[in-house]
C-alpha cells in the first residue's frame, strides 16, 4: 500500500486543466507506482473519476495448446487492483477497473481511452534497459505513437511537483500544442517556480531559426502573463533534452509528437520516444492530430 498522498498541499489548482477524464494503465509492477500516485492525485484535483486498466497479454499459439491465465493469476491481478482502489478512496477519488486480454497490450490501452475519450493516459516507465529496446519494444512509447490523448509518463520514483517546467518546440505545429500546454499550466498553477522553453538545432549556423521559434514563445507568453527563460541550444536534440532537463532540476518536460501514425510512428528517430527513455523527471506529451492540423 502506498502511503496516502498529501494532494492540498502538491496541487494547489489544476495543472491540467479540465481533464474530463484520466486513464491510468498499470502493470502492477514497482515501475507503475509514480504513475499510480500522480493519477491518484490528478483526478482528485480535476474532480473526476479515474480508469484503471490492466492489460494481460496472450499468446493465441499458448491458448490454442492449452495455456491461459490461470484463476490464481487473475485473483492475483484482482488483488493489485483492488490495492490501487483502496488508495484512491482513501484519497477521496472514485475509480473503476478493467482487465483485459489481448495479444497487444499498447493497442487495448489505445482503444480503451478512445472509448472513454480520455483526455489524459498515465503510464509508468520500466527501469534503464537501453534506448533502443526500449523505443522498439515498449507499451509506453507504442501508446504515444498511436493515441490523439495527451501521455503522461512517470517513472517509478519521480513525484511530480510541479515546480520546474521545460517546454521542447521545434517550432511546429506539432509542437505549437505543447507550449500552449505550459504556458496554460504555469498560469493556471502556482506551485509553478519557473517554466523554461529550449529549442535545439544541429549546429550553429541554424542558432538563429532556435532564437526566431523562442521569440514567438516569448511573446505568446508574455500575452498570458506568464513569465518564460528561453535557451537556443545546439546540438543532438534527445540528448541536448535530457542534460537540460537534469541541469535545470526540471520536474516535467512537456513535448508535442505527431498524430497517430500506428507502429511506423515508433521509429528510431522519435525525439519524444527517447527522452523519454532517458530521462530522471516525467514527460507530457501533448498529441495533435494530423487531421486537425491540416483543419487548421
Do not use: W
Amino acid at each position: 500500500m502506498m502511503d496516502t498522498i498529501d494532494i492540498k498541499e502538491r496541487y494547489r489548482m489544476k495543472m491540467m486543466g479540465e481533464a474530463r477524464s484520466i486513464l491510468l494503465a498499470t502493470d502492477g509492477s514497482d515501475y507503475s507506482k509514480g504513475a499510480v500516485r500522480e493519477a491518484i492525485a490528478f483526478s482528485r484535483e480535476c474532480n473526476t473519476m479515474l480508469k484503471i486498466i490492466r492489460v494481460l497479454e496472450v499468446n493465441p499459439a499458448y491458448e490454442s495448446m492449452g495455456f491461459e491465465y490461470s484463476g490464481e493469476m487473475i485473483k492475483m491481478v484482482e488483488e493489485e487492483l483492488d490495492a490501487v482502489r483502496d488508495e484512491a478512496a482513501m484519497n477521496n477519488v472514485e475509480c473503476t477497473t478493467a482487465i483485459r486480454r489481448a495479444e497487444r497490450v499498447h493497442e487495448a490501452i489505445i482503444e480503451e481511452a478512445q472509448s472513454h475519450t480520455s483526455d489524459i493516459i498515465i503510464m509508468g516507465r520500466r527501469g534503464m534497459t537501453g534506448l533502443k529496446k526500449f523505443i522498439m519494444g515498449s507499451v509506453t512509447a507504442k501508446v504515444i505513437a498511436g493515441t490523439t490523448s495527451k501521455v503522461l509518463v512517470v517513472p517509478k520514483d519521480t513525484q511530480l511537483r510541479g515546480e520546474t517546467l521545460l517546454v521542447a518546440s521545434d517550432g511546429s505545429q506539432y509542437s505549437d500544442c505543447a507550449v500552449d500546454e505550459a504556458i496554460g499550466m504555469a498560469s493556471r498553477c502556482p506551485t509553478v517556480k519557473s517554466l523554461s522553453a529550449v529549442s535545439v538545432v544541429s549546429d550553429k549556423s541554424k542558432l538563429s531559426q532556435a532564437k526566431n521559434i523562442l521569440k514567438k514563445i516569448t511573446d505568446k507568453a508574455a500575452s498570458k502573463g506568464v513569465k518564460i527563460e528561453t535557451f537556443p541550444l545546439v546540438g543532438q536534440p534527445y540528448k541536448t533534452l535530457v542534460n537540460a532537463s537534469l541541469e535545470m532540476a526540471a520536474d516535467i518536460i512537456i513535448m508535442g509528437n505527431y498524430g497517430s501514425t500506428g507502429l511506423t510512428g515508433i521509429f528510431m528517430g522519435s525525439v519524444a520516444e527517447r527522452v523519454i527513455a532517458l530521462c530522471m523527471c516525467s514527460v507530457l506529451v501533448v498529441k495533435k492530430s494530423v487531421e486537425r492540423i491540416h483543419n487548421n
